[in-house]
């Protein structure tokens, strides 16, 4: 289920394809997880690809061409699978940030939205226009699968929907 995706690299010298491979390699190596980095047309055929192929997956799959609504006062859970241990590297002292990062359109006020990652809610973001910025402590991030759990406000007019979530983690 967890892999390394390159494309368009015709650089046989870059360093890139001497740290593919090997995870003690990778350890400490800036990383970013989400839920649909290449969209779902190049999945579900249009001329290419596996016909009915998003049933192979095994996850949710939202982009911008196909988004999460979300609907006031009712969760809405994405799980999300990290390849790295996290917490134990946060705990052996290790120096680095998690971020995790929204795409929301249609959300006026960000105050709206509360997320929660692995039952732990998260501070309020730092927004950019549909961009909403979360602080995550390592800690809470577990090797494995993780659950983000996004609830509108009981009561919103807002109709949010998400097309992008990423989880990054940044060394250094």
């Known amino acids: 289920p967890d892999g390394v995706y390159m494309f368009n690299l015709f650089n046989p010298p870059s360093p890139l394809w001497r740290e593919l491979g090997d995870t003690k390699t990778l ?5 970013v997880y989400t839920t649909g980095a290449r969209g779902l047309s190049g999945i579900e055929g249009r001329g290419f690809g596996l016909p009915g192929g998003e049933r192979f997956l095994n996850r949710l799959a939202f982009c911008p061409e196909r988004p999460l609504k979300l609907v006031a006062g009712r969760p809405a859970t994405v799980d999300l699978r990290v390849g790295q241990p996290v917490a134990a590297e946060a705990s052996r002292g290790s120096e680095f940030a998690v971020t995790l990062r929204l795409r929301v ?11 929660k990652l692995n039952a732990h809610p998260l501070s309020p973001p730092i927004r950019q226009d549909a961009l909403l910025e979360y602080p995550v402590q390592p800690a809470i991030v577990a090797k494995g699968m993780n659950r983000f759990e996004l609830r509108l406000a009981p009561g919103s007019s807002a109709t949010a929907t998400v097309e992008d979530l990423l989880l990054w983690v940044r060394y250094g």
């Open 105 to 115: 359109q249609g959300l006026p006020d960000a105050e709206e939205l509360s997320v």
């Open 27 to 31: 350890q400490g190596l800036d990383a």
